[in-house]
Each structure stands twice: as structure tokens, then as C-alpha cells.
């Protein structure tokens, strides 16, 4: 099967560092086909991800906010999206 890239966003549990130091945490982690920000107090990681499938796309992404000492609250998906995976 070949790869697809996945479009998705974790949001992610407050932790006390900034953006810049949360981004830097995630891509040296291997996420760096994330952007991550803010948004109303909530931090978020949108991915756009390589993989064989949607599936593998998102557990591979949380590994890496695992990796960079995050912990992923929930996982969306734009409804838009749900119809090419």
C-alpha cells in the first residue's frame, strides 16, 4: 500500500512550558510535520502525517508527543477529511 499523508490535529494537556519550548520538544521528538500552538488556552499539535494508513498515521504522531513529554487529551479530525480516509 502506498502512503498517504493524514491531516489531524492532537490536542494536547497543559504543561508549563511555552509554545516555542513545546515546539522545539516535538520536533526534536520526530514530530516535525506538526504545528503546534494555542488556541483559547488549549495547546494542539496539527499534523500532517506520512503513513500507510489513517490509523498508523495517528499512533505514530502520538508516539512522538509521548516522546516530547506531552500527553494527547484528544484527536480531531476535520468531517471534510473523514471522506479520503
Known amino acids: 500500500m502506498a502512503n498517504k499523508v493524514f491531516e ?3 490536542w494536547l494537556a497543559t504543561d508549563a512550558r511555552d509554545l516555542v519550548e513545546r515546539a522545539n520538544a516535538l520536533h526534536e521528538a520526530g514530530a516535525d510535520d506538526c504545528s503546534p500552538g494555542n488556541h ?12 500507510e494508513t489513517f490509523e ?18 484528544r484527536c480531531e479530525i476535520d ?5 479520503t480516509y
Open 8 to 10: 489531524f490535529t492532537l
Open 79 to 83: 468531517e471534510r477529511q473523514l471522506a
Open 56 to 73: 498508523a498515521a495517528v499512533r505514530s504522531a502520538i508516539r512522538d508527543v509521548h516522546a516530547a513529554g506531552c500527553r494527547v487529551v
Open 40 to 51: 483559547c488556552g488549549e495547546a494542539y499539535a496539527a499534523f500532517h502525517r506520512e503513513a
